[in-house]
């Protein structure tokens, strides 16, 4: 059963960046689907960023676009989420996802994934 730590959250001012990190352990995120997840106060989960098994498929939501960029790291068992330009609407905490099985069809909606970290706060205020 794989766990998933989300870390790297914090307060930051609008216009900073933070580096949000996924690590794997018990099993691996390697040629799994992965994707961030966003959940601010009042509202429903989104989908933020996603990145395929293989890491040749990504998706952006249109509200990070640009300002957002999912990576992977296959030897350290790390996804990556760097953020950017943050905004005050960015406010959310932050959850990292596993797909269920290996070499599936790349999505980036909720109900793809199966395993869960508990998430990590970020706040973007001044």
């Known amino acids: 059963q794989v766990q998933l730590v989300e870390s790297g959250g914090g307060l930051v001012q609008p216009g900073g960046s933070l580096r949000l990190s996924c690590a794997a352990s018990?099993?691996?995120?390697?040629?799994?689907?992965v994707g961030w997840f966003r959940q601010a106060p009042g509202k429903e989960r989104e989908g933020v960023s996603c990145?395929?098994?293989?890491?040749?498929?990504?998706y952006y939501s249109d509200s990070v676009k640009g300002r957002f960029t999912i990576s992977r790291d296959n030897r350290k068992n790390v996804v990556y989420l760097q953020i950017n330009s943050l905004k005050p609407e960015d406010t959310g905490v932050y959850s990292c996802?596993?797909?269920?099985?290996?070499?599936?069809?790349?999505?980036?909606?909720?109900?793809?994934?199966?395993?869960w970290g508990q998430g990590t706060q970020v706040t973007v205020s001044s």
């Open positions: 018990g099993s691996t995120v390697n040629w799994y689907n």
């Open positions: 990145i395929s098994g293989t890491g040749d498929e990504t």
């Open positions: 996802a596993r797909a269920p099985f290996a070499y599936t069809i790349f999505a980036c909606q909720p109900s793809s994934y199966r395993h």
